[in-house]
């Protein structure tokens, strides 16, 4: 538990290009996390396709970097940047996020189901996490879960907030966790 008796949860955050070109990245970001003290292991960032390919050897020290301090590694917007797949075994990658394009009516449209369905293979069978982005339906829900894909955001989960509802919802989160696991 944190602050408030809220439970720590693990943030993810988006670097920009700019960002993530920077050199001294992930110096910055180690500093970050000893001053605030927070466990890397909580903090998980987000990189899209289209800026890992830019410069992949720069990608790659950087990524190397960011996995050596502990942080989980995501590849956002998965699918959207034309990107060669050889370089999944390159990058020292942990998530694979589904595009909101392909999980948008995935459970009508073939499609995007297709799509979907061979990104959620790819990564399980490269033992990396799969999150499908802009879940917005239960039937959207439902069908990635029939799937495999049991990590899911988007608005049918909630919407952006403030800090203060966002602790408010981890307040609520934990006491009906904690209920659950008493019956």
Same mark, same amino acid.
């Given at each position: 538990?944190?602050?408030?008796?809220?439970?720590l949860?693990?943030?993810?955050?988006?670097l920009?290009?700019?960002q993530? @070109?920077?050199?001294? $990245?992930?110096?910055?970001?180690?500093? !970050? *996390?000893?001053?605030?003290e927070?466990d890397? +292991?909580?903090? /998980?960032?987000?990189?899209?396709?289209?800026?890992l390919?830019?410069d992949?050897?720069?990608?790659?020290?950087?990524l190397?970097?960011?996995?050596d301090?502990?942080?989980?590694?995501?590849?956002?917007?998965?699918?959207?940047?034309?990107? @060669?797949l050889?370089? $999944?075994n390159?990058?020292?990658v942990d !998530? *694979?996020?589904?595009?909101?394009?392909?999980? +948008?009516?995935? /459970?009508?449209?073939?499609?995007?189901?297709a799509?979907?369905?061979?990104?959620?293979?790819?990564?399980?069978?490269l033992?990396?996490?799969?999150?499908?982005?802009?879940?917005?339906?239960?039937?959207?829900?439902?069908?990635?879960?029939?799937?495999?894909?049991?990590?899911?955001?988007g608005?049918?989960?909630?919407?952006?907030c403030?800090?203060?509802?966002?602790?408010?919802?981890?307040?609520?989160?934990?006491?009906?966790?904690?209920t659950?696991?008493?019956h």
């Amino acid at each position: 538990m944190g602050k408030k008796n809220i439970p720590l949860v693990p943030i993810s955050v988006n670097l920009s290009a700019a960002q993530f @070109s920077h050199g001294n $990245l992930v110096s910055s970001i180690s500093e !970050v *996390l000893a001053r605030h003290e927070v466990d890397p +292991r909580y903090l /998980h960032v987000e990189i899209t396709e289209g800026v890992l390919m830019r410069d992949t050897e720069l990608a790659l020290k950087a990524l190397k970097g960011l996995s050596d301090l502990g942080l989980r590694v995501e590849i956002d917007d998965f699918g959207t940047g034309f990107s @060669s797949l050889s370089y $999944l075994n390159r990058f020292p990658v942990d !998530v *694979l996020k589904i595009d909101l394009s392909f999980v +948008r009516d995935v /459970h009508i449209n073939r499609d995007n189901a297709a799509i979907t369905r061979a990104i959620i293979s790819l990564a399980k069978s490269l033992n990396l996490g799969v999150i499908a982005e802009g879940v917005e339906t239960q039937g959207e829900r439902k069908y990635l879960e029939e799937l495999g894909c049991h990590d899911m955001q988007g608005y049918f989960f909630g919407r952006p907030c403030d800090r203060a509802e966002f602790e408010k919802r981890l307040l609520e989160a934990n006491k009906t966790a904690q209920t659950e696991t008493e019956h």
